[in-house]
């Protein structure tokens, strides 16, 4: 909200320095976003005559323009085409700075020199208007050579664009921040002038006014004003509206929207002439009507949004007719719009309930400065004070302006303000600082709550009707020591840091998480963050024929669905690298990855809907971690040797590399592998190649292999699926060990990692069995291969002698006959 | 049967003939114009049609190309199986056991990887709080309303909820599940499970990943990472909310950093407030990232609101609590004077490389 200082100083007396108060918004909420300083940057900006007109050779833009200023003829350059010989307009000679920093130069174009340059109102920051110059006749009797400022009569002012919090519809005025500024400074809050109304004629004998909808429109009031004139405002209002960022439209328009930003409540004036009855009357719409809004759009009224909880209700304002005038609360229609002939004018202001207004205004996509204030929450005790002002304006340009006597006023619900008990320690025992209970009364006072002192310094707290943001009970209270530490300043709080007995930590699963990541990191994989929304290709490549999880409203259509697998980003990721010449590249993610919930085996169920009413099956998020290895070498095995490598550093006891049939979406289906628990059988990830149909998806990469490591870390973190090393140390025999190879002749179907395992088992002075050559050829009958395992043996107690060896030769032997492998 | 469709008769004969011939896609590729294509036997019974009648031209034509299409529907089966088949060789003769890859003879370069600049900002933070004696606690990305919004105090159709800019998930009922769009539905699942168990006080601090629906630029992407505060305990006051960023403050952007306090507006905390610290590029001084103020906004805080302790059954007059949240990205940029975010997600190794 843009708050113009001088319009603040009707209000409250303020001091001078900027910057003290831009500190003062800020600390009171207000934040201040920007301030504009009006005036500045016009300084040197004077009043030039047109006096010649002349095209320039080749150029069709622009011309050259010989104005005078008082120091005689002068050429400028100049694009616009709106003005003539003869007006005045603004010039910015050289050396001038304009408004956000422009400094005018000599400058040359076509070659023409331009001394200066002639301004439109925009350039000179004094409206949005940039049709062409602002040409000054038709504002003023100008004088050429006169400073604008002086011609203009422009007062130099500063202008805070303030950011106000959505439980602050009070702040949503000029008059607003002023009482949170006096009540900061301890100075009084001054009122604006209000007109009475004009006794005689009361003004129910010729309007009327009714609410059928009582808990959509807790207050409807009616005034008639006779006598009316529409034309332009006198400057002053034209001045303010400007500074506050709204265009002046005529008098009686300009007096409904000052009244608003000054004092919060939006009004809305009708031609009477055109309002059947001179009736106004509040009701909810009816399916199947209909209203042209003043923006000039067709509406359709009472029909259900898809939003959560939107039924379709709107509000309307209807005439005695039955026909629908305007949406309430939110936009007028055309057919009862002021006009240049209106003379009468109804006008009507009112409370409606908020969240209507929010719902309607979100439904049609219709938002408007009267919107904005209602939905967040007007005083339902403005309404005639807020007339009052509006009256007191309009007299400005319309002195014999009448209002009628009576008001019509007429009451829906309305909420009660809330009463709050603050005890008189919740100040302390929320804020943790004591303050003296009478500055938490004064503080409170200058914000125009009630307060009433009860039994044992307790205070008995009555939010005024500006502030519905104020709740009752545990919250209410809540609320009004947010108000006392506000205007007391959150920087003159006391600070304390909290200690506690429990330790702080990482959990188990926390741990291993960033282990996985150091150890993946050291290994030399970079981790990246691919996109967790993908694209319908993506998934149709990397899902196992499960449902996809689809947004609603994604931002575009190849982010719609989330990811089954990371695999696809990871591959998109290093297509990428590549496509910039990083040929050489080795990406991993820890992430989760989703489950619909129709093809989880048990469903995350949650509660959900309105009031958390509903039981929700909510997809299942799966953490895993996902490696592709895309250096120009790398294929299935340095995947192997890379979890091989992990594995240890994560201390797991004993998980194999184990073929099977199908590996899973996304992976090579003849060249991954399952990592599997060996005791629990449990699998707990894929180890291999990228599937070649996924690779294809990045250009220019035919027929290079991408390693692929995916660990499913929910599985992982299990320690009784995946079974880790013993915590317990072995301490290495003093006797030499002795080694031996075996070769052995084994049918493919026996894992030889099983096949070590059993050799391991044999006996206890087994101390290592390592695989180190696997072989098939010709000379091996069909079904079979070799594979030679380096054997250690030591005893603890004695060097193993010869003989000893060869009877555990022998045993190691007979263990691998009973795993159907034979000594080659 | 007149002569004409004999004719039709047999050329697809012909084609499905020469189709069944065909061994593998390169094959197909190659004899396809002459099975159906430009060089088929169609094409020139198509041609030889420019003698006949419109009337009987526009008949025979249609007979014509219905055998014609019949013909290219076998051709796509047949090249859907080829390629099947192709990709089955393919597979085959790649075959690979891992289970018999000698792990032992392989050797693995020393090449040095990087962590990510979010994941590290995000254990240099959750390091600060565990220090501070917080523990970490995990929340789901997928959210259902309750927890997301109405729970914190942010009702069905309360304009606050346009304050987070949401993506909905397609289950359920429209609007009901969403991606979470803040760390704090943790807090409502922290504090249920501790009501739960009886196991109040909470001091716990939760990072995330949250996603909001806008158009990525330099300064945002659509996915970002938080990490949410919230201690409950008894007897805890802003005093010790404001004291908490303090320390934070100091122990992550160094002693010559300062916090401070203003007032807010969280549908989920009262009182709330934004707290910001000494611009990180100018000291304090004043410079175009802070806007000349000195200060930056890093997140927002306050003490529980009543309403979410009564949503989760905490009883307010035995405890209270505070929680704050800001965003983990947010710091990584500070830190590194990062210009473009968006770098964070392209995983170019240039960048990654960078951290260490």
Redesign the interface.
């Known amino acids: 909200m843009r708050a113009p200082i001088s319009w603040l100083r009707e209000f409250v007396d303020l001091p001078e320095s900027v910057d003290d108060l831009r500190t003062v918004l800020?600390?009171?909420?207000l934040?201040v976003e920007g301030i504009e300083f009006v005036g500045e940057g016009l300084e040197d900006v004077v009043v030039a005559r047109v006096d010649e007109i002349h095209a320039i050779k080749g150029a069709d833009r622009i011309r050259r323009i010989v104005v005078d200023a008082g120091a005689g003829p002068l050429e400028i350059v100049c694009g616009a085409w709106n003005f003539e010989v003869g007006n005045h307009v603004p010039l910015a000679p050289v050396g001038a700075v304009l408004p956000g920093g422009f400094a005018i130069e000599k400058r040359s174009m076509r070659g023409v020199v331009s001394n200066g340059m002639l301004c439109s109102a925009r350039e000179l920051r004094l409206s949005d208007d940039h049709e062409g110059l602002m040409v000054l006749d038709d504002v003023i009797t100008p004088r050429i050579g006169q400073p604008i400022v002086e011609a203009l009569g422009i007062e130099p002012d500063v202008v805070f664009d303030l950011s106000i919090?959505?439980?602050?519809p009070d702040a949503w005025s000029i008059v607003g921040v002023a009482r949170d500024l006096a009540a900061r400074f301890g100075r009084p809050l001054r009122e604006p002038e209000y007109a009475s109304p004009t006794p005689g004629t009361p003004t129910a004998t010729v309007a009327s006014g009714e609410i059928d909808a009582s808990d959509l429109c807790g207050r409807l009031t009616v005034s008639l004003l006779r006598n009316v004139r529409v034309g332009p405002s006198p400057s002053w209002v034209v001045n303010r509206l400007e500074r506050a960022g709204m265009r002046s439209i005529s008098n009686v328009v300009d007096a409904s929207n000052f009244v608003m930003l000054e004092l919060g409540q939006p009004t809305h004036p009708y031609d009477a002439e055109r309002v059947n009855g001179s009736t106004l009357r509040v009701r909810r719409a009816r399916t199947g009507e209909s209203l042209v809004t003043l923006d000039g759009v067709t509406r359709t009224l009472a029909k259900p949004g898809?939003?959560?909880?939107?039924t379709g209700e709107d509000c309307v304002i209807v005439d005695g007719a039955d026909e629908v005038l305007g949406l309430a609360g939110i936009m007028g229609g055309e057919s009862s719009e002021i006009g240049l002939s209106t003379t009468t004018v109804l006008l009507e202001a009112a409370y409606f309930d908020?969240?209507t207004i929010?719902?309607s205004s979100?439904r049609h996509g219709l938002r408007s400065e009267a919107s904005h204030r209602f939905?967040?929450g007007v005083d339902p005790e403005l309404a005639l004070r807020a007339v009052a002002r509006f009256v007191s304006i309009l007299r400005a340009s319309v002195p014999d302006l009448e209002w009628l006597d009576g008001p019509i006023d007429v009451r829906g619900d309305v909420p009660e303000p809330s009463m709050v008990l603050l005890r008189h320690d919740d100040v302390?025992?929320?804020?943790?600082?004591a303050l003296p209970v009478d500055g938490v009364v004064a503080n409170l006072r200058a914000l125009g709550f009630a307060v009433a002192l009860a039994d044992a310094g307790d205070l008995v707290v009555t939010a005024p009707s500006s502030r519905p943001d104020i709740?009752t009970?545990?919250?209410g209270?809540?609320?009004v020591?947010?108000e006392v530490?506000?205007i007391h300043g959150?920087?003159r709080?006391?600070?304390?840091?909290?200690?506690?007995p429990?330790?702080?930590?990482?959990?188990p699963?926390?741990e291993l998480r960033?282990r996985i990541?150091?150890v993946?990191?050291?290994?030399?994989?970079?981790?990246?963050?691919?996109?967790?929304?993908g694209s319908e290709t993506s998934f149709a490549l990397t899902h196992d024929g499960s449902t996809p999880?689809?947004?609603?409203?994604?931002?575009a259509s190849d982010?719609s669905i989330?990811r089954p697998t990371m695999l696809s980003g990871l591959v998109a990721?290093w297509g990428?690298?590549i496509e910039?010449g990083?040929l050489d590249?080795?990406?991993?993610e820890?992430?989760?990855v989703?489950t619909h919930?129709r093809d989880a085996a048990s469903a995350?169920r949650?509660?959900?809907?309105?009031?958390?009413k509903?039981d929700?099956?909510?997809?299942l998020?799966n953490e895993r971690v996902t490696v592709v290895l895309g250096h120009r070498s790398d294929d299935?095995?340095?995947a192997?040797?890379?979890w091989?490598?992990i594995a240890n550093r994560l201390g797991l006891a004993d998980v194999?590399?184990?073929?099977v049939e199908n590996p899973g979406a996304g992976a090579?289906?003849?060249?991954?592998?399952a990592l599997v628990d060996r005791a629990s059988g449990v699998v707990l990830g894929v180890?291999?190649e990228v599937d070649?149909?996924v690779i294809d998806l990045v250009a220019g990469v035919q027929g290079r292999r991408l390693g692929l490591l995916d660990i499913d870390l929910d599985v992982l973190a299990d320690t009784q699926a995946v079974r880790r090393r013993s915590q317990r140390v072995a301490v290495p025999g003093r006797y030499p060990s002795a080694v031996i190879d075996l070769a052995f002749v084994a049918p493919?179907s026996l894992?030889?990692?099983d096949l070590g395992h059993a050799l391991s088992s044999a006996t206890p002075l087994v101390e290592s069995v390592?695989?180190?050559?696997?072989y098939r050829g010709a000379n091996l009958a069909a079904g079979t291969?070799s594979?030679a395992y380096t054997v250690r043996l030591s005893s603890a107690d004695r060097t193993l002698g010869d003989s000893e060896v060869a009877t555990l030769r022998d045993e190691l032997i007979v263990v691998a006959g009973q795993h159907g492998a034979t000594l080659r | 049967m007149n002569l004409n469709d004999e004719l039709i008769a047999t050329i697809t004969a012909e084609a499905l003939a020469a189709l069944a011939a065909v061994d593998t896609i390169e094959e197909l590729d190659e004899r396809f114009p002459s099975i159906v294509g430009k060089r088929s036997a169609f094409a020139s019974m198509q041609k030889s049609f420019g003698s006949l009648d419109p009337e009987q031209r526009r008949e025979l034509g249609a007979r014509l190309q219905d055998a014609r299409r019949a013909v290219e529907a076998s051709v796509e089966l047949r090249r859907i199986d080829l390629r099947a088949a192709a990709?089955t060789t393919?597979?085959?003769a790649?075959?690979?056991?891992?289970?018999?890859?000698?792990?032992?003879?392989?050797s693995?370069?020393?090449?040095?990887?990087?962590?990510?600049l979010?994941?590290s900002t995000q254990?240099e933070l959750?390091d600060v709080?565990?220090?501070?004696?917080?523990?970490?606690a995990?929340g789901?990305?997928?959210?259902?309303?309750?927890?997301n919004f109405?729970?914190l105090n942010i009702?069905?159709?309360?304009?606050?909820r346009?304050?987070w800019d949401t993506?909905?998930?397609?289950?359920?009922?429209?609007?009901?599940?969403v991606?979470r769009t803040h760390t704090s539905p943790t807090q409502i699942h922290l504090m249920e499970s501790a009501v739960a168990n009886d196991s109040l006080?909470i001091?716990s601090v939760a990072p995330g990943?949250c996603?909001r629906?806008d158009?990525p630029d330099a300064r945002h992407l659509?996915?970002f990472h938080q990490i949410e505060g919230l201690?409950v305990?008894h007897?805890?006051?802003?005093?010790?909310l404001?004291?908490?960023i303090?320390?934070f403050t100091r122990a992550y952007f160094g002693p010559d950093i300062e916090s401070?306090?203003?007032?807010?507006?969280f549908p989920f905390t009262?009182?709330?407030?934004?707290f910001e610290i000494t611009c990180t590029i100018c000291h304090g001084a004043g410079c175009r990232t802070c806007s000349n103020t000195g200060w930056i906004e890093l997140g927002g805080c306050g003490?529980i609101?009543?309403?979410v302790?009564?949503?989760v059954g905490v009883d307010?007059d035995r405890w209270?609590g505070f929680a704050f949240g800001f965003g983990i990205d947010r710091c990584a940029q500070m830190r590194h004077e990062l210009s473009d975010m968006r770098a964070?997600?392209?995983?170019?190794?240039?960048f990654?490389?960078q951290f260490a």
């Open positions: 800020d600390d009171l909420g934040v919090e959505g439980n602050r898809r939003g959560l909880g939107d908020p969240m929010a719902r979100k939905e967040r302390e025992r929320s804020l943790g600082t709740r009970g545990a919250a209270r809540a609320d020591i947010e530490a506000r959150y920087r709080l006391v600070r304390r840091t909290p200690t506690w429990q330790p702080g930590g990482l959990t699963r926390q960033r990541r150091q993946m990191v050291d290994l030399g994989v970079d981790e990246a963050w691919t996109p967790t929304l999880i689809r947004i609603t409203n994604p931002l982010e989330l990721a990428r690298n910039r990083l590249v080795r990406l991993g820890i992430g989760v989703f919930p995350r949650t509660r959900g809907g309105a009031g958390g509903v929700l099956d909510l997809p998020e299935a095995t340095s192997a040797t890379l091989t490598l194999v590399i184990r073929a090579h289906p003849t060249r991954s592998a180890v291999g070649p149909q493919l894992h030889a990692a390592i695989l180190f050559d696997v291969r594979l | 990709r393919m597979l085959e790649d075959r690979l056991d891992l289970g018999d890859v000698v792990v032992a003879s392989q693995w370069a020393v090449t040095l990887g990087h962590a990510g979010v994941g254990a959750e709080f565990v220090a501070m004696g917080f523990t970490v995990d789901p990305e997928v959210e259902s309303d309750w927890y109405e729970a009702p069905p159709a309360h304009p606050a346009g304050m993506f909905y998930v397609d289950l359920g009922e429209p609007e009901t599940v991606l006080p001091h990943r996603y629906r158009t659509a996915a201690v305990d007897h805890i006051t802003f005093a010790d404001a004291g908490t303090e320390t401070r306090l203003r007032p807010a507006f009262e009182p709330s407030a934004e003490m609101d009543p309403a302790f009564e949503s307010p209270s964070l997600i392209e995983n170019d190794v240039r990654l490389g």
